[in-house]
T-cell receptor
């Protein structure tokens, strides 16, 4: 069925370290993979996304990699800062029989960056 | 530019009561969605709409109804609230479906408690 698995559920790092969050998806037709950041009590906000025709995308300290063969994609945050502390959600587009592509979200990773 | 606005922000209901959550967007987006967010379960799609006058079921539609009478508004109704519907509800909108060329914008969320 339609499924996106996300690991780890919690991640604690020291300021300046790197953080990696991994997701796997089940629908081979998925072609859009966004990452959202949600600060406590706030709405999810898109931080980076990648399409299936690209293997890697970078934006300053964050990067996303995609392995279509293995059906997994990862978020990489380098030089972490305390303000990176939040819950991060991965998502994958799913194409049901209706033809409408919808997003299925992972269960989230709570990232804590300690000073 | 307000983006996506949800009303109300908080609500406490008694079991069996009904209520309607309102989502309004001012970006002229065709697509609108209702998600619920529960601890450890990420964001799950309740219902969605691909345009004015259309609605469709998502992953967890039971117990909810929706209407999209105007392009800018997407209403989520609970006819007979149950404690299992205690959750944070997020509305989102996007210009198109998730085909890799559009971003979803989320509202600020509605925290609903059913006692």
């Amino acid at each position: 069925g339609e499924n996106v698995e996300q690991h780890p559920s919690t991640l604690s790092v020291q300021e300046g370290d790197s953080a990696v969050i991994k997701c796997t998806y089940s629908d081979s037709a998925s072609n859009y993979f966004p990452w959202y950041k949600q600060e406590l009590g706030k709405r999810p906000q898109l931080i980076i996304d990648i399409r299936s025709n690209v293997g890697e995308k970078k934006d300053q300290r964050i990067a996303v990699t995609l392995n279509k063969t293995a059906k997994h994609f990862s978020l990489h945050i380098t030089e972490t800062q305390p303000e990176d502390s939040a819950v991060y959600f991965c998502a994958a587009s799913i194409s049901p029989d209706t033809g409408f592509q919808k997003l299925v979200f992972g269960t989230g990773t709570r990232l804590l960056v300690s000073p | 530019n307000a983006g996506v606005t949800q009303t109300p922000k908080f609500r406490v209901l008694k079991t069996g009561q009904s209520m309607t959550l309102l989502c309004a967007q001012d970006m002229n987006h065709e697509y609108m969605y209702w998600y619920r967010q529960d601890p450890g379960m990420g964001l799950r799609l309740i219902h969605y709409s691909v345009g004015e006058g259309t609605t469709a079921k998502g992953e967890v539609p039971d117990g909810y109804n929706v209407s999209r009478l105007k392009k800018q508004n997407f209403l989520l109704g609970l006819e007979s609230a149950a404690p299992s519907q205690t959750s944070v509800y997020f509305c989102a909108s996007s210009h198109g479906g998730f085909r890799g060329d559009t971003e979803a914008f989320f509202g600020q969320g509605t925290r609903l408690t059913v006692v």
